[in-house]
C-alpha cells in the first residue's frame, strides 16, 4: 500500500509541476491566464485562458518519457465530455459572448525539461 501511495504522490507532482510550466508557457506566447484548476461540481478546467478574442480551455496532461502512451491519448472521449459540461458552466457563470475553443498541452518530462506539444483545437464540442 505504501508504494501505491508514494506512486500516487509521484503522479500528483509530476502534474502539479507539469500545469505550472503549461502556464509559464502560454504567457510567454502572450496568452492572459484566467483562472488555474477551477472547478464546477466534481469537473475541472486545468487552465482557462484568452488568446486575442478566444477564450480557451486547456487541458494540460504530463507523463514522464517511460509511459507508454502519449500525454494527448488520455483526453478520451469521457473526458472530452467532463471538460465541454465545466466549459459551459464557465461560460454561463461569467457570462462569456467570445468564442471558445479547446486546446491539450501535452508534457512528456525529460531529463532536461518538457518535451511540448501545444495542440490548438484539439477537440470539438459534439452536437448531441
Same mark, same amino acid.
Request: proline share 2%; glycine share 4%.
Given at each position: 500500500?505504501?508504494?501505491?501511495?508514494?506512486?500516487?504522490?509521484?503522479?500528483?507532482?509530476?502534474?502539479?509541476?507539469?500545469?505550472?510550466?503549461?502556464?509559464?508557457?502560454?504567457?510567454?506566447?502572450?496568452?492572459?491566464?484566467?483562472?488555474?484548476?477551477?472547478?464546477?461540481?466534481?469537473?475541472?478546467?486545468?487552465?482557462?485562458?484568452?488568446?486575442?478574442?478566444?477564450?480557451?480551455?486547456?487541458?494540460?496532461?504530463?507523463?514522464?518519457?517511460?509511459?507508454?502512451?502519449?500525454?494527448?491519448?488520455?483526453?478520451? /472521449?469521457?473526458?472530452?465530455?467532463?471538460?465541454?459540461?465545466?466549459?459551459?458552466?464557465?461560460? /454561463?457563470?461569467?457570462?462569456?459572448?467570445?468564442?471558445? /475553443?479547446?486546446?491539450?498541452?501535452?508534457?512528456?518530462?525529460?531529463?532536461?525539461?518538457?518535451?511540448?506539444?501545444?495542440?490548438?483545437?484539439?477537440?470539438?464540442?459534439?452536437?448531441?
Amino acid at each position: 500500500m505504501y508504494k501505491v501511495q508514494v506512486k500516487m504522490a509521484e503522479r500528483n507532482d509530476t502534474g502539479r509541476a507539469g500545469e505550472s510550466f503549461a502556464q509559464t508557457y502560454l504567457k510567454k506566447k502572450g496568452y492572459m491566464i484566467l483562472h488555474t484548476n477551477w472547478h464546477w461540481h466534481h469537473f475541472e478546467l486545468d487552465i482557462v485562458a484568452t488568446d486575442g478574442e478566444w477564450l480557451v480551455i486547456v487541458e494540460v496532461k504530463t507523463r514522464s518519457a517511460d509511459y507508454l502512451t502519449s500525454p494527448e491519448e488520455a483526453v478520451d /472521449r469521457k473526458k472530452m465530455k467532463r471538460i465541454i459540461a465545466a466549459a459551459d458552466a464557465y461560460i /454561463r457563470l461569467f457570462n462569456i459572448s467570445s468564442p471558445a /475553443r479547446f486546446d491539450i498541452i501535452s508534457l512528456v518530462k525529460m531529463e532536461e525539461g518538457y518535451q511540448v506539444e501545444h495542440i490548438e483545437d484539439a477537440f470539438l464540442p459534439s452536437c448531441r
